[in-house]
């Protein structure tokens, strides 16, 4: 029974579980917006055309005073709360809430969701008394996650994205620092983390780093790598910025491999010494894109994405990669790339390379976009070529299908016909793949214009099959903002 109640949210209307169960709460989310909604008009993080419908919400029209009782009880009612997350906290939390969660020894870990970004706060005063240069917080884990559409939201809706950095930047640098020696967990963006700072201390117990944002200057990051020798999971999920040349994680091998057991890029660059410096004990690789790249086509205007580049690999660039990485035990895999004369080639390669591979998730284009028509994607084929994976048991397939795109807002566009095109497609796929003796399913990415979502096929023995717009937050792989489709459709 106590592990029901691990989890609690709480917001600013000050309630909190019963005291029965308060002793077992170890988790705890708040939502709550502490900064008021004519802040955060002033700096453009609140659309001003007025919403058909809105539910009144006095947090959301005064905001919450950091220092209103229900934060402060939440946590002295909660005395097993180990970790905070903040979420809906439009405009940021301020620096006194953090000191809040900070002087409770007991919180070892706080957590930033991308609605809770630093835009409206004041900046940090931090106290020299608490906070000096030598003065280690007893933090873990730090998790900030940033909206991967940030910079294209800014110039949507004419914010200043540079002072955001700014303010987010001064946050970073009066926490992250302080947590070298007992970091565990981090995840941070790129271009705002104190990654020069971080570079010059050690971080011995640091076994997770994530990177979003996009992309500024690598250089400090390569330093970084050598001051972490516990680091076990590295993922790098940040978008390309136009006109940098195409950034690098390791500019030259290691004397001593990485340990690596998860390896996450974007964009990746063939020419990465990365790939030859990690070890046999990697278990999961991801050269992928971010944001997903069959979600550009909803920038409908070219100013939209005039900071962001997309250099998607080729097939021949992949294999490169691929043969310079010794991972005998490699069992999940995803590749992003556009089809060429080496695509088979690549993927005949991967049970050679990869003899343990159970999960593999593969997002095709075509060599060139402007080449249309569906009879082109040779689809039978790359599924003859996965069933060569013995021990293969999941597929994820994005193969750029063009007919399954539907538009949710357009209710005359009911997608029956794009479904039965989908299903007879998985269907087939399903026939090739299912002679495997480990084969639990194949998922085909539908498309409605605004997200992606993994539609499963099982073998026909299975008991129940999932419905083919199966709409479930687990089946979506990515979503683009409501704000863009909103955009869309009024210019539309």
């Excluded at 944002?213 to 993922?235: C, E, K, V, Y």
């Excluded at 399903?430 to 539908?446: K, P, T």
Aim: glycine content about 4%; charged content about 20%; some cysteine.
């Amino acid at each position: 029974m106590p592990a029901l109640f691990r989890a609690c949210c709480a917001g600013g209307s000050g309630a909190i579980p019963p005291k029965a169960i308060r002793r077992f709460v170890a988790h705890l989310k708040f939502t709550t917006v502490f900064v008021s909604l004519q802040e955060r008009r002033a700096k453009r993080y609140v659309d001003p055309r007025p919403v058909l419908c809105y539910v009144y919400n006095v947090e959301e029209e005064t905001g919450i005073p950091p220092e209103n009782p229900p934060f402060w009880l939440a946590l002295e009612h909660l005395p097993a709360v180990r970790s905070v997350t903040f979420a809906s906290a439009s405009g940021g939390v301020p620096w006194t809430a953090i000191l809040k969660c900070l002087s409770y020894p007991r919180i070892t870990s706080i957590s930033f969701r991308n609605d809770s970004m630093w835009t409206c706060v004041p900046p940090p005063a931090v106290s020299p008394q608490l906070l000096s240069a030598d003065t280690q917080l007893g933090l873990t884990e730090l998790h900030y996650v940033v909206d991967e559409w940030r910079d294209v939201e800014s110039v949507m809706a004419q914010r200043d994205i540079q002072a955001a950095r700014t303010l987010e930047s001064s946050y970073l640098r009066a926490l992250v620092p302080r947590m070298s020696n007992t970091a565990e967990s981090l995840t941070l963006p790129i271009d705002t983390a104190p990654l020069t700072e971080m570079s010059e201390i050690d971080w011995p117990r640091l076994t997770a780093l994530s990177l979003t944002g996009q992309w500024i200057d690598s250089a400090s990051l390569q330093a970084l790598l050598f001051r972490m020798p516990n680091l076990r999971n590295l993922s790098i999920l940040a978008s390309q910025r136009r006109g940098i040349p195409h950034p690098l994680v390791l500019t030259e091998g290691l004397k001593q491999r990485l340990r690596l057991h998860s390896l996450t890029i974007a964009y990746p660059n063939p020419e990465d010494e990365i790939f030859a410096s990690v070890g046999e004990e990697l278990t999961c690789l991801s050269l992928r894109d971010s944001p997903r790249y069959y979600l550009y086509p909803q920038c409908t205007e070219d100013w939209m994405l005039e900071s962001m580049e997309t250099p998607l690999l080729t097939s021949t660039d992949v294999l490169s990669i691929i043969r310079r990485i010794p991972a005998p035990r490699l069992w999940k895999l995803e590749l992003v790339y556009r089809a060429d004369e080496a695509e088979f080639e690549l993927l005949h390669y991967l049970s050679l390379a990869f003899p343990l591979l159970q999960q593999i998730e593969l997002h095709r284009y075509r060599a060139s976009d402007s080449l249309a028509g569906d009879d082109n994607i040779p689809y039978m084929n790359i599924a003859k070529a996965l069933a060569s994976i013995e021990h293969l048991r999941v597929a994820y397939l994005n193969l750029d299908f063009q007919d399954v795109i539907f538009s949710p807002w357009r209710t005359a566009e009911y997608p029956y016909e794009r479904a039965i095109l989908l299903r007879d497609r998985g269907e087939e796929i399903r026939s090739v793949l299912e002679a495997g003796r480990n084969f639990e399913y194949v998922a085909l990415l539908a498309r409605p214009s605004n997200a992606g979502v993994w539609s499963k096929f099982r073998p026909k023995w299975y008991p129940y099959q999932d419905p083919i717009w199966w709409m479930d937050r687990k089946a979506c792989d990515a979503t683009i903002h409501a704000m863009w489709a909103l955009y869309n459709r009024s210019n539309s």
